[in-house]
């Protein structure tokens, strides 16, 4: 299935707007989504199990719990084996539930540590006696269902089940629900800027990130570079942690920015630093925003290996995690990118994702959206969806690894 069809993933954030992890589907190659038969979703378990799973380092993702679509035969297949009980959740809906059987398996998987949504209910009428069975209720949200909702919600409170949102239209409605107690929400909101005043333009952090890079570019005397780092001992600590983290995979630990230089080069340190600038933003949307850069930046790395040297490699790596700088700043990319010297194929990439590198960024954003074109644009890039998934579960578990 992992050959045919593409994963796509959505962010369940909460009213902080952290990730609390993603729900993960299936799109097939004609942009429609795949409807979660048994064989479709055992294989997507078995796919995400696979590579997310690490006989010496457990689960790759950490805290992070994945949501996937189920039926009431997956509630008994051995291929939730692969995954962790901790970090799972299954989403059904009461047709699935329709038995005492499947029910009694779905309380044995509670039991066991799985969490259970239920989706497409009336918890607060006639699918009100399903609650002993699922730990999560989801909540679909639109004008003419309020009056439904409210009812759903009275029911919720007086429960332990934790409510997760979906189809939440703007920041209004999200903070309504954050303030109401939903636990989680699904979806791309994200993505539209947040009305307010929010930070604009670059911080003194950032302001120093970008004179060192610009150093970098010119490959400068690292003693220049030492000199500005000492301004900010917070700044050099967390860019010495990036360098050193489990996603490098250095086998000794880097003491110093000339010893990074020493045993890296310019080229890498410049990627680096092109993580810290993303990162340093206190915004109140910053943690899912900055998360999001990272994963793409990877994904879109990964996805040009075989395909373009190195060096255009660690560009794709620093325009995906540029991509969302306009968001984190609050200023247009325009505006961004006068303020930082590129290669003019990574400014074509973020300004009009053309050129050599657009078409590998339009992909990695292309799997954050359940109406994306992956599959033509996977096929214009003679990439098949195997090696999309690859890369798209690669660059996810490595984002983890960076403690932001």
């Known amino acids: 299935m992992h050959d045919v069809n593409f994963i796509i993933r959505e962010p369940l954030l909460d009213p902080k707007q952290k990730i609390l992890g993603y729900e993960l589907t299936w ?44 039926n ?27 038995y005492s059987a499947t029910v009694d398996r779905a309380k044995a998987l509670l039991a066991e540590g799985f969490g259970i949504a239920l ?11 399903l609650l002993p069975a699922v730990s ?15 009812k759903m919600y009275a029911a919720l409170k007086q429960s332990s089940k934790k409510m997760v949102g979906r189809n939440i239209s703007n920041w209004q409605e999200f903070d309504s629900c954050a303030s109401l107690g939903v636990d989680a929400f699904v979806g791309n909101l994200y993505l539209t800027p947040r ?22 570019r010119k490959n400068t005397d690292v003693r220049k570079l030492e000199e500005i780092l000492k301004r900010d001992a917070a700044l050099s600590y967390k860019l010495l942690r990036y360098i050193n983290s489990a996603g490098f995979g250095l086998g000794t630990e880097i003491q110093s920015l000339k010893h990074a230089v020493t045993m890296l080069g310019y080229t890498p340190l410049y990627r680096w630093l092109s993580v810290l600038l993303t990162v340093a933003n206190a915004g109140a949307q910053s943690p ?33 995690m540029f991509s969302l700088l306009d968001r984190l700043l609050g200023i247009p990319m325009e505006e961004v990118l006068e303020n930082i010297q590129l290669p003019e194929p990574v400014t074509q990439a973020l300004l009009t994702r053309e050129g050599m590198y657009g078409p590998f960024l339009s992909l990695a954003e292309a799997c954050e959206q359940s109406n994306g074109a992956v599959g033509e644009l996977a096929d214009s890039l003679f990439i098949s969806a195997a090696q999309v998934n690859e890369a798209h579960m690669a660059a996810l578990a490595w984002a983890q690894t960076l403690k932001l």
Do not use: Y
Request: charged share 20%.
């Open 27 to 70: 799109q097939a190659p004609d942009a429609t989504t795949v409807n979660p038969g048994p064989e479709e979703a055992s294989s997507l378990i078995a796919f995400a199990g696979d590579r997310l799973n690490d006989s010496e380092k457990g689960w790759l993702l950490t805290d992070s719990v994945l949501f996937f679509q189920a």
């Open 195 to 216: 009305p307010g005043n929010q930070p604009k333009g670059l911080n003194p952090a950032q302001g120093m990130i970008l004179q060192l890079m610009d150093l970098v």
């Open 119 to 129: 989706r497409e209910a009336d918890v607060s009428g006639k699918d009100a006696a």
């Open 136 to 150: 999560h209720v989801e909540l679909r949200f639109g004008a003419e269902d309020f009056p439904k909702q409210a």
């Open 288 to 320: 899912v925003l900055m998360q999001t850069a990272i994963v793409r930046g990877r994904f879109a790395e990964l996805l040009s290996k075989g395909f373009l040297p190195k060096a255009e490699a660690e560009n794709l790596f620093v325009a995906g």
């Open 72 to 98: 009431d035969a997956l509630l008994s297949d051995e291929i939730l084996s692969a995954l962790p009980p901790k970090n799972t959740v299954l989403t059904v809906t009461p047709m699935h539930l329709g």
